[in-house]
């Protein structure tokens, strides 16, 4: 199959919900659940999923890992570690942007066609958003995949209005 850029989509919603191939989880690095999507996604796919991550050792930040979806929709999750902002001159955005690349590459070791993303690092990890946004964006466009479509799941309006702004090369 021949690498080329995703379609980029972007939603205002549940990323538990959605119907594609795989999930990505803003994860702690115990991988064991936790707040905002990340315990979400734990309760939406059942206890099996902690089970799992039992088993996989942690995730370091900026690294990714993959498990079945079990109760959801989407067959797989990949589970990414994101940066904690400091910042943003401690290596926040390269290691934000190995989230989506390494998410990426995770897809495509399961063949994965579509994968939707939450605002890695924006919640409690306090990475501002339109930053953020702008790192997703970028990653993903530039990121060699196989994966035709990525979805940006945004979780309130704040989030989608910068989304959109990165996505349609507005100034923020």
């Avoid at 953020?132 to 990653?139: D, H």
């Amino acid at each position: 199959m021949t690498l080329a850029q995703p379609s980029l989509q972007l939603v205002l919603g549940d990323i538990t919900t959605q119907d594609v191939d795989a999930i990505v989880n803003a994860a702690n690095s115990s991988l064991l659940g936790g707040g905002g999507v990340d315990g979400a996604i734990h309760r939406a796919a059942g206890p099996e999923l902690l089970e799992h991550c039992r088993l996989l050792g942690g995730c370091e930040t900026g690294q990714a890992k993959i498990t079945p979806g079990f109760d959801l929709t989407a067959h797989w999750i990949i589970h990414t570690g994101g940066p904690v902002w400091r910042g943003g001159q401690q290596g926040e955005p390269e290691l934000l942007a190995s989230c989506y690349s390494e998410s990426l590459a995770q897809a495509d070791e399961v063949e994965a066609n579509s994968v939707a993303f939450p605002a890695i690092s924006t919640g409690i990890f306090g990475y501002p958003i339109h930053a953020a946004a702008s790192v997703a964006v970028n990653t993903v466009r530039s990121t060699p995949t196989n994966v035709s479509a990525v979805r940006f799941v945004c979780f309130d309006e704040e989030t989608w209005d910068a989304y959109e702004t990165t996505i349609n090369g507005h100034s923020a």
